[in-house]
C-alpha cells in the first residue's frame, strides 16, 4: 500500500515537470496581448487594474517579480506564475483522475494490471489536458485564467480527499480548506464558484443514501451556496461596508474608511463569539459551517489590496477604488454594463421609461455627498420582451447576426413607440432558442470544444463563415462540407501551424471513458454525476450566463477551460475502457502497460506534436516592440491619446514597467467619460507633467456633463477656450431645460477655433521653422453631432488649456472612431499623429501631412521589431491583430512616398527594402497592401525590385483566384468579395507594369488574367 501511494505521488510530480518543461519552453517572454500587458503592469507597479481587479493574482503576481533580475524580466516572471499554475493544475488533475478511476474498481485491493491500468488513466488524461489548445494558450501568459484553473483543481482534488477519509474525526478541515480556497479564488476569476454543485454532490453520496429527491435537494443546497457567495457576500460585504463608512464619517465626523475598519472588528468580534459558542455546545455542523464562512471572507478579504493601492493613487488607478462607495462601483463592474438574463427585451424593442437614476458618492469636503445620478437602465415596451432573452443587444451587426443566426422571420406585433403606434416584428421565442442554440451553445462553445479535442481550422477569428475559426478534424470526407476542399489552397494557408488535427483521438477516447466510467455500477454512476455536472457547470452553464452578443472582440475559448478539465477526466478513464477489452487477450500487467501506451501516443503524443508550433512563443517580443514604437512616435513631453484597451495596455506596460519614455502622458479616451480618470490626468506621473484641465471636478463628476448638446446661440465660429469657459459656467443661462426638467450643458455653435501663437509653436518645435509659411492663423473645425460626450468634451477641454505649449498626438485608431474633430490638423510621424497649426484635408483613409525627416527617423532609426520576420516564430492572429501589419506598411508607404517626392531616391528604396525585409513573403504573403511600396520601387528606378515583388503578389493573386474557382457553389459565394478585390488587385499590377514599360511581365500577367477571368465566368455561366 505504501509503495502505491509512493508511485501515485511520483507519477503526480512527474506530470508537474513535464508540464513545467513544455509551459516554460514555450512561454512568452514578455508581454503578449493587451489584457496581459495591464495584468503584468499591475502586478509588477503595485498599480489597480481594470475591474474587478484579481487581487490574489496580483499578489502572487508580485511576489514571482520580486526574482526578476531586470525590469524586462517583470513579464517573465509573472508569466511563470501562469506556467507554474498550470503545471500544479495538471499535477492535481492526475490525482483526481487516479482516485476516480480507483473507485470503478470493487474491492480493497488492486491486482498489478488493475494498478497500472489506474495509473496510466491519470497519465494520459492529465498529458492531453497539457496539450490541449486553450489550456496552453492561457499556461503561458501573465493572464488570470491559469490561476484559476488550479484553484477549480485543488478544490475538486480536496474533495475528493475528504471523501477518502469523511468519517473521521478531522474529516472536515478539508471542507474548510475548500471554502478558503474558494475565498481566495474569488480575488483571481468567479470561474471556480462554478465547482461548488459538483463538490455538494460528492458530499452527498458519500454522506446519504441515493434518492433523486436527496439529489434535487443536495443541487440546491449547492446551487443555493454558490449563488448566496457571488450575490450575497462578494456585492454584499462591499455594500454593506459603504453603510457602515458613510455613517462614520458623515454622521460621527471620522476619516474615510473607519467604517470598513470598524465592520472589520465586528466580523472578527462575531466570529469569535461565534466560534466559541458552537464549540461549548458541540454543534459541529454549525460550527463547521460557520468556519467555511469565516474562511471565504479571510480569501475574500484580499480585495483590500484594491482599496489599499488606490489610496497611494498610483499612476493606474482604475475607477480609484480607494472608499466603500467607489469599491461597490469597482466589484459590480458598473462601467461595463450588464446583460439581461431571466426576462429581457428583443433587439428592437421600444424604450418607453428609464428606472429610477442611480446616485453617485464622492469624497467632498470630508463627507460622503451626492454630486449626481447615473441612469438606471431602460424600461422596455413589455410585448417586445421575453424569458430567457438571447437575442438582446440593438447594435446593427449584432442585429443583422442575430436575424442570420436565428433565422429570425419574426411575428407581428403592434406596439406604441414615442406617441406614435408601429408594427415591429417580433422574433418568436423558437427563433430565440434558435440563437441559443446555434450561436451561444454551437458556435461559442462546441466549437470551442471541438478545437480541443478534434481539430482547429486556424487561428483566425471566426465569425462563422467557412475560412476561419472553425473545427476541423483531418479527415477530409468530414471537414470538406464545412470548410470546402483543401486540395487547391495556396501553400500558406494549407501549411499554416495553426491549423492542428487530431482525427478525432481525443473525443473518441473521452467518450470511451464516460461510457465506461457510467456502466461501472453504482460507484461509476455516481462519480459521471459529479464529473458531468462539472462538465455542464463550467460549459454550457457559462454560456447561458454571459449570454454573448455576436462579434466578440475574440475567441472566448479560455473562459471554457474548467469544462475541458472535466472531459479531460473521461479522456484519462478511456484508459481504463481500452484495457478492459485488451485485458480478454493479453492479461495482467502487459494489457495494461500496452492500452497506457496506445493511448499516451494517440492522444497526448499527437495534441503535442500538432500544437507545439504555434503554441510555442518564446521568441515573440512583437507586441512589447510595437507599443515602444508608439511612444517613440511622440516628441518629448507629449500628450498622447489612445483608443481602448489594444491600443494602451502594451504602452502602459512599456512606460511603467520597462521605463519607456515616461516624459509621455498617456490618455486613452475610452476611460475619458469617467471623472475619476479625467482627475488622475491631472496629476504629474513620472517624468509625465499632468494634462491641463480648465475645470474643476465639481464640474463633471459622473452624471454631470455626461453629454454635451448644442445650441446655435452664436453665428460663427468660437474660440474653444471660450466656449469652455462657457461650458463650465454655473450661470443659468449657459444651460438648457431638456424634456425630462433636467438642465443639461450646452456648447453655443458648432463651429470652434483655436487662435495659433506662431512664434510659439516655433519654438515648441511643433512646426519646424521650414514650415513656418504653412501655419494657420487659427485652427478651425466643425462638429456636426447633435451632442458630444464626456469623453470629447474632455478631449477639446485639455487642447484648449494647452494652448500649444506640448505636443499633442493621437493614435491611429482615432483616425477612424469619430471621436476626434481636428482630423484635417494633423502630421504623419510613425504610429501616431500630431496636432499641427497646418491644415492637411483627410482623404479616405489618408489622414495628416508628412515631415519626412522626422518620419525617416522614427522608423529607421527609432523602431524596433521584435522577431517579426523570423521565419521559426509563429505571428499568431493576436500579434497580427497587436502589431496592425497593414496600418505598418502604410506607415511605411507613406514614407517612401514622401521621400520620393523630396528626391531622396536611395532613401525611398532603402524604406522599402526594410519594410519587405520585415515583412516577407514568407512569413506575411504579400497581398494588395503591398502595393503602393512596388509602385514606390518603379518610381524610385529599381525596376528589378519592383518587378520582383509584383511577380510575388501576382503569384500569391493567382494562387488564391486559383483556389476560389475550384470552391464548390455552396462556399464561392461568400468569397466573392475577396475574389472580386483580388482581380482588382491583378488588374492594377497589370496597369503598373504596362505604365512602367515592363512589356514581357505586362504579356505574361495580362494573359494569366484574362484566361482566369474566362475561367470564372465559364464557372458563373454553368
Known amino acids: 500500500m505504501q509503495h502505491t501511494k509512493l508511485i501515485n505521488n511520483i507519477l503526480g510530480w512527474l506530470v508537474f515537470i513535464v508540464a513545467c518543461i513544455t509551459y516554460f519552453a514555450t512561454l512568452e517572454p514578455t508581454v503578449s496581448w493587451w489584457d496581459c500587458g495591464e495584468f503584468i503592469t499591475s502586478a509588477f507597479k503595485l498599480e489597480v487594474g481594470h475591474p474587478p481587479g484579481a487581487p490574489t493574482f496580483m499578489i502572487l503576481g508580485r511576489i514571482f517579480t520580486l526574482f526578476a533580475p531586470d525590469v524586462t524580466k517583470a513579464a517573465v516572471m509573472v508569466n511563470s506564475l501562469s506556467a507554474i499554475a498550470s503545471a500544479a493544475t495538471i499535477m ?57 484553473s488550479l484553484f477549480t483543481a485543488m478544490v475538486f482534488w480536496a474533495i475528493l480527499k475528504w471523501e477518502n477519509v469523511a468519517h473521521e474525526k478531522y474529516a472536515n478541515r478539508w471542507l474548510v480548506l475548500i471554502a478558503y480556497l474558494m475565498g481566495l479564488s474569488i480575488g483571481v476569476h468567479l470561474l471556480n464558484l462554478l465547482a461548488i454543485p459538483a463538490i455538494g454532490m460528492v458530499y452527498y453520496f458519500k454522506k446519504y443514501e441515493f434518492s433523486w429527491k436527496g439529489v434535487i435537494y443536495a443541487l ?140 453617485q458618492y464622492n469624497k467632498v469636503d470630508g463627507k460622503y455627498e451626492i454630486t449626481g445620478t447615473m441612469p438606471g437602465g431602460s424600461v422596455y415596451e413589455s410585448k417586445m420582451e421575453t424569458i430567457f432573452p438571447r437575442m438582446y443587444s440593438d447594435k446593427a451587426n449584432h442585429v443583422q447576426a442575430y436575424k442570420e443566426w436565428g433565422k429570425v422571420k419574426g411575428t407581428p406585433v403592434r406596439v406604441r413607440d414615442r406617441g406614435e403606434v408601429k408594427t415591429l416584428q417580433k422574433p418568436t421565442f423558437a427563433e430565440n432558442l434558435r440563437f441559443f442554440f446555434s450561436y451561444q451553445v454551437g458556435h461559442m462553445y462546441m466549437r470551442y470544444f471541438m478545437w480541443n479535442f478534434v481539430g482547429r481550422q486556424n487561428d483566425v477569428q471566426g465569425h462563422g463563415g467557412f475560412q476561419n475559426g472553425n473545427w476541423v478534424s483531418g479527415i477530409s470526407f468530414i471537414d470538406e462540407p464545412k470548410t470546402g476542399p483543401r486540395d487547391n489552397m495556396p501553400e500558406w494557408m494549407k501549411n499554416d501551424p495553426s491549423r492542428n488535427v487530431y482525427y478525432f483521438l481525443p473525443l473518441l477516447l473521452g467518450l470511451l471513458g464516460l461510457f465506461f466510467q457510467y456502466n461501472q455500477g453504482k460507484k461509476g454512476k455516481e462519480t459521471f454525476a459529479v464529473t458531468m455536472l462539472l462538465f455542464i457547470l463550467t460549459g454550457i452553464a457559462i454560456v447561458v450566463y454571459l449570454n454573448q452578443y455576436p462579434y466578440q ?16 477526466i473521461w479522456i484519462g478513464l478511456g484508459v481504463l475502457a481500452i484495457h478492459s477489452g485488451l485485458k480478454k487477450v493479453l492479461k495482467g500487467a502487459p494489457g495494461a502497460v500496452l492500452a497506457t501506451a496506445i493511448s499516451l501516443i494517440t492522444v497526448p503524443g499527437v495534441l503535442a506534436s500538432q500544437n507545439w508550433d504555434d503554441h510555442d512563443r518564446s521568441g515573440k517580443y512583437m507586441t512589447r516592440d510595437y507599443a515602444k514604437n508608439y511612444l517613440e512616435s511622440c516628441a518629448p513631453n507629449a500628450i498622447l491619446f489612445t483608443y481602448g484597451d489594444n491600443d494602451t495596455f502594451p504602452l502602459w506596460y512599456v512606460q511603467e514597467v520597462e521605463g519607456v519614455r515616461r516624459d509621455i502622458k498617456i490618455v486613452n479616451i475610452s476611460y475619458l467619460g469617467m471623472d475619476w480618470y479625467i482627475s488622475q490626468q491631472q ?114 477641454n485639455m487642447i484648449a488649456a494647452n494652448n500649444w505649449e506640448r505636443p499633442i498626438y493621437i493614435d491611429h485608431s482615432l483616425i477612424f472612431t469619430g471621436n476626434i ?85 536611395e532613401k525611398a528604396i532603402e524604406v522599402a527594402d526594410k519594410m ?43 494562387a488564391l483566384l486559383d483556389y476560389y474557382a475550384s470552391l464548390p457553389d455552396n462556399f464561392a459565394a461568400a468569397v466573392q468579395n475577396e475574389q472580386n478585390r483580388q482581380i482588382s488587385h491583378l488588374r492594377n499590377l497589370v496597369i503598373l507594369t504596362r505604365n512602367y514599360k515592363q512589356d514581357e511581365l505586362f504579356a505574361e500577367l495580362d494573359a494569366k488574367l484574362q484566361e482566369l477571368i474566362a475561367r470564372f465566368q465559364i464557372k458563373a455561366n454553368s
Open 683 to 796: 496629476f504629474k506621473t513620472y517624468d509625465a507633467d499632468p494634462v491641463p484641465f480648465s475645470f474643476t471636478k465639481d464640474k463633471y463628476y459622473m452624471g454631470r456633463m455626461d453629454a454635451v448638446l448644442f445650441q446655435g446661440r452664436i453665428k460663427g465660429s468660437v474660440e474653444l477656450s471660450e466656449a469652455m469657459d462657457f461650458l463650465g459656467s454655473d450661470d443659468v443661462r449657459t444651460k438648457i431645460q431638456v424634456t425630462n426638467g433636467d438642465m443639461m450643458d450646452y456648447l453655443p455653435s458648432r463651429d470652434f477655433h483655436i487662435t495659433v501663437d506662431k512664434q510659439k509653436v516655433l519654438d515648441s518645435g511643433t512646426v519646424k521653422q521650414k514650415d513656418a509659411d504653412l501655419i494657420a492663423d487659427r485652427v478651425s473645425f466643425r462638429i456636426s453631432d447633435n451632442l458630444i460626450s464626456k469623453s470629447e468634451m474632455a478631449v477639446l
Open 553 to 568: 472582440p475574440r475567441e472566448r475559448d479560455y473562459a471554457y477551460a474548467g469544462s475541458f478539465y472535466a472531459f479531460a
Open 916 to 958: 519587405f525585409e520585415l515583412f516577407p513573403n514568407e512569413k506575411i504573403p504579400l497581398d494588395y497592401s503591398s502595393f503602393q511600396m512596388a509602385a514606390q520601387y518603379y518610381g524610385a528606378g529599381a525596376i528589378e525590385k519592383g518587378n520582383e515583388k509584383v511577380r510575388i503578389m501576382a503569384d500569391n493573386c493567382f
Open 821 to 905: 474633430h481636428f482630423l484635417d490638423w494633423l502630421q504623419f510621424e510613425g504610429l501616431a499623429y500630431r496636432f499641427v497649426p497646418i491644415r492637411t484635408p483627410k482623404q479616405g483613409v489618408t489622414a495628416g501631412r508628412i515631415d519626412a525627416e522626422i518620419l525617416y527617423d522614427n522608423v529607421m532609426n527609432k523602431f524596433v521589431w521584435g522577431n517579426v520576420n523570423d521565419p521559426d516564430i509563429h505571428m499568431d492572429e493576436y500579434n497580427r491583430k497587436q502589431i496592425n501589419i497593414m496600418q505598418t506598411q502604410y506607415m511605411f508607404t507613406r514614407l517612401s512616398q514622401a521621400l520620393l517626392a523630396e528626391g531622396e531616391t
Open 220 to 359: 440546491a443546497a449547492s446551487m443555493g451556496i454558490l449563488l448566496g457567495i457571488q450575490y450575497g457576500i462578494i456585492p454584499g460585504v462591499p455594500h454593506v461596508a459603504f453603510i457602515f463608512d458613510r455613517i462614520f464619517v458623515n454622521a460621527f465626523g471620522l476619516p474615510f474608511n473607519s467604517g470598513i475598519l470598524f465592520m472589520g472588528a465586528l466580523v472578527v468580534a462575531g466570529s469569535v463569539w461565534g466560534i466559541n459558542y458552537t464549540r461549548k455546545r458541540n454543534k459541529v455542523v454549525l460550527n463547521t459551517a460557520l468556519t467555511m464562512v469565516i474562511v471565504i471572507l479571510i480569501g475574500y478579504s484580499s480585495f483590500a489590496l484594491i482599496v489599499i493601492r488606490a489610496s497611494a493613487n498610483p499612476p493606474m488607478n482604475q475607477n480609484s477604488p480607494d472608499n466603500a462607495f467607489a469599491l461597490v462601483r469597482y466589484l459590480n463592474r458598473e462601467q461595463y454594463g450588464d446583460r439581461p438574463l431571466v426576462k429581457g427585451p428583443y433587439y428592437n424593442a421600444p424604450r418607453i421609461a428609464t428606472k429610477a437614476p442611480k446616485e
Open 92 to 148: 492535481f488533475l492526475y490525482w483526481t483522475i487516479v482516485h476516480l478511476a480507483r473507485k470503478l474498481f470493487p474491492g480493497e485491493k488492486l491486482n498489478t494490471g488493475e494498478q497500472i491500468a489506474v495509473w496510466g488513466s491519470g497519465l494520459v488524461g492529465a498529458l492531453a489536458f497539457t496539450f490541449t489548445d486553450s489550456f496552453w494558450f492561457s499556461a503561458v501568459e501573465g493572464e488570470v485564467y491559469a490561476l484559476s
